[in-house]
Each structure stands twice: as structure tokens, then as C-alpha cells.
């Protein structure tokens, strides 16, 4: 059994534009309004595809503007709710509501749409948590379905987990910041002060002794693997059974030397030019970063540079 390496941020403790907007949605229950992002003109905020949960009670999940609209679609909510029939509704560019603009100038379209039927939200919910790949559509009227091709399409990718191999604070470090944002992790260590320093900050931990099954750790493409050691002898058989796997990345901490050591290593061991090309290093956006905490920020925005927006992308508009 795959086990999904996550500590949730209790909901009560987030901010609603935090929170997953489908999966709170359940939670909301009957009366819950959807708001979906179908069209962007010019510059936006957000993307296609970027949604909004709005309960019967007022409380709300996700955003579609960095806070411009998000009132009034509450307000537009409630009709939706009381007449049951889905609206379309513009924001920006073209827009009839002159007192609201969008900062970035540009304009969107929004459906509004009451939720008559939470199933296809549940079975979303199944899949997601067995890291299976899902599509749901609204339709032309309103109406959210499984997989059906006519409409505006969202397909929704397993969340993204990180495997961090490794000793010393930059380990911990790394892992303390992708826990710290909500995302699924483990640290994997042979050394106990590591795994104490990250224990004590609430991740998730794994003494490493004989190499683990790769394919339960990294079960599909929206995982990333890094390693950060300084002693690098420990970095060539942990990456010979990454790169039979299918993580989206993989790198290791090191200067450009130690990068071009590590790849003559791994050519000596057999290693095919394709699968070493897949070893990113130096990472990180900053050259250099001498501190823990700036390399961890480096390297997580690289990580989700390449990642791109694949969480959840959005077909033609219905």
C-alpha cells in the first residue's frame, strides 16, 4: 500500500483562498454555489480553470481574483442558489459592473452554478487520494459530470509529494518549508539529529537504512526527489533507483564540480546519458545560496517552475 506522506493544515487554520475549493465543497454541502474561472482577456490573476466554493452559510473556498470580486460573487451566489440555474458573469475588460476593476487590467469570465449533485465531488475526492488522474466537466447548463466530453473541461493531477534524501539543516530545512505550504513529504536520513531536528518541527520522517521501494515512495510523475548531502558518496545508488522511476525531478545539492563529479559517477556505473541528463544540479533559482533557508526557497520555487500548473488545467470553455 502506497503510503500518501502528508500532515494536513487543519481547515479552521487556513485562509479560504487557501483552501481546495472542490474537495471544501463537499464539506460545504447542499446549497454550495460553484464559481469557475471559463475565460481570461489580456492579463489575470488567476488562470482558466481556477474556482471558487461558496456555502449556503456564507463561508467560501479558493478565489478567483486577489480579492476584487470575491464579495460580489457571494452576493450573485445567492441568486444562483435560490433560482437553481447556473450565470455567466464578466469582471474587467467589457464588464457592466463599472465599480469593480481588476488591478492587472484585464478581464474574465465567470459560471456560477448551484451543485445538485455531490457525487462526481466525491469520487474526485476517491481519486485524488489514490493519486489517480480526473476529469470533471460543467456543462453548457450548469451541471458538473464525470469525464463527459461537452463543456468546459477540468482535469485534476494527483497533488505534488516530495521525497528529500539527506543530513544536516539544509535537509531539514527543505522539508520544514514544503510542510510549512501544505505539501505531501517525507525525509528520508541516516543520521538521528537530522531526523530530530525535522521531527521537531512537525515533518514527516524515515530512518534510511537499505534503500527503500522507489516505487512506493514515488509512485507517479508529480513527485520530485532531492537530495542534500555533503558527504556525496551516499548520492549514487539512492539516484541509480531514482532514475528507473518516474519522478518529474530530480536533483541534488552541490556546486557545478560536484554535479559534473556526480554524473562521471554515475556514467562508471552504467548509467545510460538519458537517464543522467534527468539529475538536475547545481538547483535552485539562486546561484550560491550559502543558507539553509534561502536554498530551501530556491529550490522549491525551481521545483514548481518545472512542476508548471499542471494541479489543475482547464479544456475549452462550455
Known amino acids: ?22 474537495l471544501a465543497a463537499l464539506e460545504f454541502g447542499p446549497g454550495t454555489v460553484m464559481a469557475v474561472l471559463t475565460q481570461t482577456i489580456g492579463p489575470a490573476y488567476k488562470t482558466r480553470g481556477a474556482a471558487m466554493a461558496i456555502a449556503a452559510d456564507g463561508r467560501t473556498a479558493g ?9 460580489d460573487l457571494v ?10 440555474i447556473a450565470r455567466r458573469l464578466r469582471y474587467g475588460q467589457g464588464s457592466p459592473f463599472m465599480d469593480l476593476r481588476l488591478p ?56 505534488l509529494r516530495f521525497v528529500i534524501f539527506g543530513a544536516g539543516a539544509e535537509a531539514a530545512v527543505f522539508a520544514d518549508l514544503v510542510r510549512s505550504l501544505g505539501f505531501r513529504h517525507v ?21 534510511l537504512g537499505p534503500l527503500p521501494d522507489m516505487a512506493e515512495l514515488l509512485p507517479d510523475d508529480r513527485c520530485a526527489a532531492l537530495l542534500f548531502y555533503h558527504d556525496h558518496d551516499y548520492e549514487p545508488e539512492i539516484l541509480r533507483a531514482l532514475l ?5 525531478y530530480i536533483g541534488a545539492q552541490g556546486s557545478r564540480r560536484t554535479q559534473a563529479d556526480r554524473l562521471e559517477r554515475l556514467t562508471s556505473m552504467g548509467i545510460p546519458i538519458k537517464q543522467r541528463q534527468r539529475v538536475r544540479g547545481p538547483i535552485g533559482l539562486i546561484p ?16 514548481l517552475m518545472v512542476a508548471g500548473t499542471q494541479d489543475v488545467t482547464a479544456g475549452a470553455p462550455a
Open 75 to 84: 452576493l450573485h451566489a445567492q441568486k444562483v442558489r435560490q433560482s437553481g
Open 288 to 303: 550560491s545560496s550559502r543558507d539553509p533557508r534561502q536554498l530551501a526557497v530556491s529550490v522549491l520555487a525551481e521545483v
Open 244 to 248: 528507473s522511476g518516474p519522478a518529474f
Open 187 to 207: 525525509l528520508l536520513s541516516h543520521e538521528d539529529r537530522s531526523l530530530d531536528m525535522a521531527q521537531a518541527m512537525g515533518c514527516m520522517t524515515r530512518r
Open 63 to 71: 478565489a478567483l481574483s486577489s480579492g476584487c470580486i470575491e464579495a
Open 1 to 22: 500500500m502506497i503510503q500518501d506522506f502528508h500532515i494536513s493544515i487543519p481547515v479552521r487554520d487556513q485562509h479560504p483562498a487557501l483552501l481546495d475549493p472542490w
Open 104 to 159: 492587472c487590467g484585464g478581464g474574465i469570465e465567470v459560471m456560477l452554478f448551484p451543485l445538485h449533485d455531490l457525487a462526481p465531488l466525491e469520487t474526485l475526492a476517491r481519486r485524488m487520494a489514490a493519486r489517480q488522474v480526473t476529469t470533471l466537466t460543467v456543462t453548457k447548463v450548469g451541471t458538473l459530470e464525470l469525464g463527459a466530453n461537452a463543456g468546459f473541461r477540468l482535469t485534476f493531477r494527483p497533488p
